[in-house]
């Protein structure tokens, strides 16, 4: 046994030299601080206009790829919000959303919850699902994630005419806002917003994707409360890339906006 561990010992030594010892979380934050980013992009884009670099609040939004966080660690570098993929269509539940949901609560990060909907599952069956899943409390609006679906067997082809695509949605969209007591916001990419005429989509808030643009140039006219600009950020704390995203305002707009619509 003594032998056993002298040789344990020598190995832990020679993997700290060497640099492949795990480095150790840092501590929990005080709550309510906000980090400025300090984070890379493996594919940055030098964006016209006003760039994400010019919005204080910045954050990620993650699913079952992003596995092992150090949520204390992201917080410190910039992480303040996280949109966490909660549900799909009505029978698929996250791998990680519970690990995610309780990581970020730990470390102070401001949570939400997002739903992927599927076109071949009636929208009150996916509304009900998500409900079931994502508890009340302690979160951010939740999130109906509208795009098209090119990799379920089921739901690739089931393109519903815009007029029925944005019926649906008002109808996940009711039901959700009944149980959690605020409206959710709509998240969706160029593609899909245009296809679909999401413009009509009045008195709602927009997580907008627009990764090559900024969204004055990909959704002209449209407002916004979040913009995914990027697909390939790097934080420390976060195993390989993660989407990165801003706040529309500045900080004390950020205060305000959480004040009202977290809970």
């Not at 919000?81 to 990060?109: P, Q």
């Amino acid at each position: 046994m003594m032998l056993f561990r002298r040789f344990a010992l020598l190995a832990l030594l020679a993997l700290t030299a060497c640099g492949g010892a795990p480095r150790a979380s840092a501590p929990p934050a005080d709550p309510g601080a906000l980090f400025a980013p300090d984070f890379s992009d493996a594919d940055p884009v030098d964006f016209a206009g006003r760039p994400p670099s010019r919005y204080p609040v910045h954050g990620i939004d993650t699913a079952r790829f992003q596995t092992g966080m150090d949520w204390n660690t992201a917080r410190r570098n910039g992480v303040n919000f996280a949109f966490i993929k909660a549900t799909e269509g009505g029978d698929l539940l996250d791998l990680e959303f519970k690990n995610h949901w309780r990581g970020a609560a730990r470390a102070g990060v401001a949570r939400g919850a997002y739903h992927f909907y599927y076109f071949c599952t009636s929208p009150d069956v996916q509304a009900k699902w998500f409900i079931h899943n994502v508890p009340r409390g302690n979160m951010l609006p939740p999130v109906l994630d509208m795009e098209w679906n090119p990799f379920s067997p089921s739901c690739a082809t089931m393109r519903p005419p815009a007029t029925e695509v944005r019926a649906q949605m008002h109808t996940w969209l009711r039901i959700v806002t009944a149980h959690y007591g605020r409206k959710p916001i709509i998240y969706t990419t160029p593609k899909f917003y245009r296809e679909n005429d999401l413009a009509r989509m009045n008195g709602w808030e927009f997580w907008l994707r627009a990764t090559a643009k900024t969204p004055s140039e990909v959704y002209p006219g449209e407002r916004w409360t979040f913009w995914q600009y990027s697909s390939t950020g790097l934080i420390d704390g976060i195993e390989g890339e993660v989407d990165l995203n801003v706040f529309a305002g500045n900080r004390a707009d950020w205060q305000q906006w959480v004040a009202t619509r977290a809970r």
